[in-house]
């Protein structure tokens, strides 16, 4: 079984080259209104809620549902759906508790409200936990991102092609990231998931088009798919080793949205960017609304896709001639066989979006953290200035350098991932979202140890982020002894892992800021 060989036309190439083109110059139109580190990395807080919203979407909705969506649909079923009950309610939920305290604390990362509360050893330490593990969590998306440019490039998916598209695509999107800041993170990605949401329509419709059966025979083929139904949505099965129950849906989705939504800056900087507080909180809120139907779409292609290149029996004469050898590549390569010149181009445009509306935010989101959170507090300490404000001014040229240095170090953990991942053992999408629980699942339980109580210190943080990484690490599936006979799925780590630390944190006793 080979691979798919095909090549892109001119046209494709020059769609490619004309969108990487408009948003590089959006980043550099957007570049001239920067004056210092806090409008490059905040914005002025003046971006509109309509934009905030589109970017956070664009930033949720990656390579990893890009690719992993149809993926998760064309091996299995709708059940990654459910996830989608926690994440509601977990938007809610950090759009009151969370956002307003944070906003309010007027700082440039939503780890400096943690200065505020445990000190600046806390904050720092905070800070590079995050670092840590964003770096692990988006060089993984990343890497996905380089399977469809691979195709793209050379036709295949080998690891030394993949590897090269991993740098190119690092390349653009670091480039135009430092010229912009956030203000062209938000903008570029407006644009971007546009580009995604248009690509996803356009490939169902053609789907559609292509398989020669009527809708309603259609649904009834994928309710009974080999003796599988394909269009199930709710689990009711109470296992805590299964990825996407019910249970899943409504407990361990809202832990870990929780935490991505207010614990991760990579996001959390978004609602930091608008007008107010309450303007952050109903942008978020309306990107997880909008959200649902899109990651339908995705996992739509993907039953289709299982109809097109499965059902030999459905599809007869129209059958595809090649073959799937790999379901992490299904659906660009249907993006790249069966779609006509010029909108296959635009089909891999839409990838291409997905790609850098994850990369581009969480180099800003990292860039920020390293500056606001460890570079400036460092260089106060140095000049022996008790007033930051200063290293605020007359330093835009080192958020400039710090986007770079992420970048490359995002680009290189995505290198890492690419030769790393084994497609044999969990799904993309697993993948992605699994790894960010080493930092994220502490870092819930010393959020909520700040907003909730006037308890924890220094030690206790340190404590909390330490150990609760190494749980996450015995909690993983390799790491629990067979004669245990038990398995955790990893939305589950963040429920065992996040109360943990927050118990931890609040042994510290009570912290003299909040006093």
């Given at each position: 079984m080979q691979e798919s060989t095909s090549v892109f036309g001119a046209i494709d190439w020059m769609?490619?080259?004309?969108?990487?083109?408009?948003?590089?110059?959006?980043?550099?139109?957007?570049?001239?209104?920067?004056?210092?580190?806090?409008?490059?990395?905040?914005?002025?807080?003046s971006m509109p809620i309509w934009a905030v919203t589109l970017s956070v979407l664009a930033t949720t909705l990656s390579a990893a549902t890009f690719f992993g969506a149809p993926q998760m649909s064309f091996n299995g079923n709708l059940t990654y759906l459910i996830m989608n009950i926690g994440e509601v309610i977990s938007a809610f939920l950090v759009a009151y508790l969370f956002i307003p305290p944070i906003f309010h604390a007027g700082t440039i990362t939503i780890y400096g409200f943690l200065g505020k509360r445990f000190g600046k050893p806390s904050m720092m330490a905070v800070s590079a936990m995050f670092l840590f593990g964003?770096?692990?969590?988006?060089?993984?998306?990343?890497?996905?991102?380089?399977?469809?440019?691979?195709l793209m490039l050379y036709g295949s998916t080998q690891k030394n092609e993949m590897a090269m598209a991993v740098i190119l695509l690092g390349f653009v999107g670091t480039l135009y990231t430092m010229s912009g800041g956030v203000r062209a993170v938000i903008w570029t990605e407006t644009?971007?998931?546009?580009?995604?949401?248009?690509?996803?329509?356009?490939?169902?419709?053609?789907?559609?088009?292509?398989?020669?059966?009527?809708?309603?025979?259609?649904?009834?083929?994928l309710r009974d798919s080999n003796g599988v139904n394909k269009l199930m949505i709710v689990d009711t099965r109470f296992d805590f080793?299964?990825?996407?129950?019910?249970?899943?849906?409504?407990?361990?989705?809202?832990?870990?949205?929780?935490?991505?939504?207010?614990?991760?800056?990579?996001?959390?900087?978004?609602?930091?960017?608008?007008?107010?507080?309450?303007?952050?909180?109903?942008?978020?809120?309306?990107?997880?609304?909008?959200?649902?139907?899109?990651?339908?779409?995705?996992?739509?292609?993907?039953?289709?896709?299982?109809v097109y290149y499965?059902?030999?029996?459905?599809?007869g004469a129209a059958a595809p001639l090649d073959v799937v050898q790999s379901t992490k590549n299904v659906y660009p390569q249907f993006l790249l066989n069966?779609?006509?010149?010029?909108?296959?181009?635009?089909?891999?445009?839409?990838?291409?979006?997905?790609?850098?509306?994850?990369?581009n935010s969480a180099i800003n989101a990292m860039a920020s953290t390293a500056i606001a959170d460890l570079y400036i507090p460092w260089k106060a300490w140095r000049a022996g200035k008790e007033d930051e404000e200063w290293a605020h001014k007359h330093n835009l040229h080192a958020p400039r350098i710090a986007v770079a240095l992420m970048g490359f170090l995002l680009t290189a953990f995505a290198l890492v991932a690419t030769y790393a991942y084994d497609e044999n053992t969990e799904t993309l999408i697993n993948f992605a979202l699994s790894i960010m629980a080493y930092s994220l699942a502490p870092l819930l339980g010393v959020f909520c140890t700040a907003l909730f109580t006037k308890r924890g210190n220094t030690y206790s943080v340190l404590t909390a982020l330490f150990l609760g990484a190494l749980a996450?690490?015995?909690?993983?599936?390799?790491?629990?002894?067979?004669?245990?006979h038990f398995k955790l799925a990893w939305p589950w780590i963040y429920v065992a892992v996040s109360p943990f630390c927050f118990v931890l944190c609040i042994l510290g006793g009570k912290s003299k800021a909040a006093s």
């Open positions: 769609v490619i080259i004309g969108y990487f083109v408009a948003i590089m110059a959006i980043g550099f139109y957007v570049s001239r209104r920067q004056q210092d580190s806090s409008t490059f990395f905040l914005g002025g807080r964003r770096l692990l969590a988006s060089g993984a998306r990343h890497f996905m991102a380089g399977i469809g440019f691979s644009v971007q998931i546009t580009i995604v949401v248009m690509s996803a329509f356009l490939s169902i419709y053609l789907l559609l088009k292509a398989i020669p059966v009527p809708v309603d025979q259609l649904w009834t083929a080793g299964l990825d996407f129950t019910i249970w899943t849906g409504i407990i361990a989705s809202t832990f870990m949205s929780s935490a991505t939504y207010g614990a991760d800056h990579d996001l959390a900087q978004r609602m930091l960017t608008t007008r107010s507080a309450f303007h952050g909180g109903v942008a978020l809120i309306s990107s997880k609304l909008l959200g649902i139907p899109i990651v339908m779409l995705f996992l739509t292609i993907g039953l289709l896709l299982h499965g059902r030999p029996d459905l599809m069966h779609l006509p010149i010029g909108v296959r181009g635009l089909a891999m445009a839409g990838l291409c979006a997905a790609a850098m509306g994850s990369f996450v690490w015995l909690l993983q599936p390799g790491q629990i002894p067979e004669w245990c």
